[in-house]
């Protein structure tokens, strides 16, 4: 045990201070100068299809001993780097260097020529256009889908409004399924009511900031902590990297169209995917529907998607195949991190390889 | 050693005590309503100032922003359109092709 009387111990401690503290220096001039910013989004892909603001991308890869091909189905509500955070830290990384042949279906920023743009846009319009694209590219003739957050619920309706969709299987993770366990946005909107116009910014749709702030306020002394966490290890070069990459992307919202908005407010309303209401393009859409292998992954200390919301969902799908998978995770930490290298993503692994073929 | 400044423990103390009421805060129907009402509020200010200033812009016959919004919107929903209809047709001229080489 050290002592304070231990000359050693006391040199090495104070050899140890000095370090750390010129190293919050550097690293704290750093962030205040904003020089250094991580390399997030950095796995090698092309954009193999465009339309508008939404872009279809394919993974490069050498390497594909797995088919069918995988496609991913962003949220609307945040970037697609999450998934493909850092090098190492990938979710994407993962699938690709594991042999699949991954695409994923990223949004864009919608402005003001999205803010019509409804749930049938995407599910009915541009997921099934997307999924021709992934089968013309890769000669395929079925796809595996993935959801995360609200790409889920837009993948969970495309799978259920297309009941002959050409799904080898459904995967989704953290799924707002129960709309009215999901906090201020959802009760905001829902409290604004017919008035949800009040939430629009001028381009007509629900702009970032106030997006952000919905999830910020989830949590209202987290910022805070972050802060605290961030003085406290501003020495850590890895902690700082990851600290920028991971805050940057929970701060770094995309606009909601504004016509999605009022839809989302009749979901909320009427607990449209829970009570079985779900109304798209005049045809009453129903979970139970989905009848392809399905894994659902949810985590339990997700603040934005909590455990009340998504855990309804298994009950709901009609897969005879079909498996929850519930983790100690948060809402980005069920796909980035240490949780989700050692567990969540090997899980979905297994899944899909286990109901695909292996390539030669 | 844990590693943790001395600091650190009475402002995580403070934070557990902090945290849940203030979340209860913020998840209430009561919060939901006060910021709606805000919101509602303020759009309600917006729209008497835009109104007001496009009476001013029309008075000498010129557009004002709320013209122009008026005009994005509908180009946006135009350009919706457009876009579903093309995609529509390329479905259309892909399953085509489908059925074609099905065929041949």
Known sequence: MTTFLDPKGVADRVGRELGRTALRARNGIRLAVGSSRPDVGATDKDVVW???????WRYRSDDVRIGPPLLIVFSLFSRSYILDLQKGNSFVERLVDAGFDVYLLDWGVPDERDAANR????????????????????GAEQVNMLGYCFGSVLSLLYAAHHRTAPLR?????????????????????????TDVESLFDTDGNVPPHLVHKAFQILKPTTRITQYVDLVDRLWDDDYV?????????????????????????DMIRTNALVNDTMVLAGDRIHLSDITVPFLTILGNRDHIVPESSAGPLIDRVGSPDKHELRLEGGHAGVLVGRTAAKKTVPTIIEFLIQRSERRS | MTGLPRWRTPYDLAERLVAPPAEKVV?????????????????????????????????VNLPAGSDL?????????????????????????????RAGSEQR
């Open chain 1, 50 to 56: 465009r339309h508008g603001r939404t872009e279809l």
């Open chain 1, 119 to 138: 749930l049938e846009d995407y599910v009915d319009d541009y997921i099934p256009a997307a999924v021709d694209q992934v089968r013309r590219i890769s």
């Open chain 1, 169 to 193: 299987s459904l995967t989704v993770v953290t799924t707002p399924v129960d709309l009215q366990q999901l906090g201020p946005l959802t009760s905001v909107m829902d409290a604004a009511g």
């Open chain 1, 241 to 265: 990297t990851s600290y920028q990459a991971m805050i940057g992307w929970a701060t770094d919202h995309v606009p909601l169209p504004g016509a999605v908005a009022r839809q989302l407010v």
């Open chain 2, 27 to 59: 998840r209430s129907d009561r919060f939901a309503s006060v910021a709606a009402t805000v919101f509602g509020i303020r759009r309600a200010v917006e729209d008497g100032v835009t109104g007001l200033a496009a009476r001013v812009w029309h008075l």
């Open chain 2, 69 to 97: 919004q008026r005009l994005h919107a509908q180009i946006g929903a135009l350009d919706r359109e457009v876009r579903r209809l093309t995609l529509h047709l390329e479905q259309r001229g892909d399953h085509g092709d």
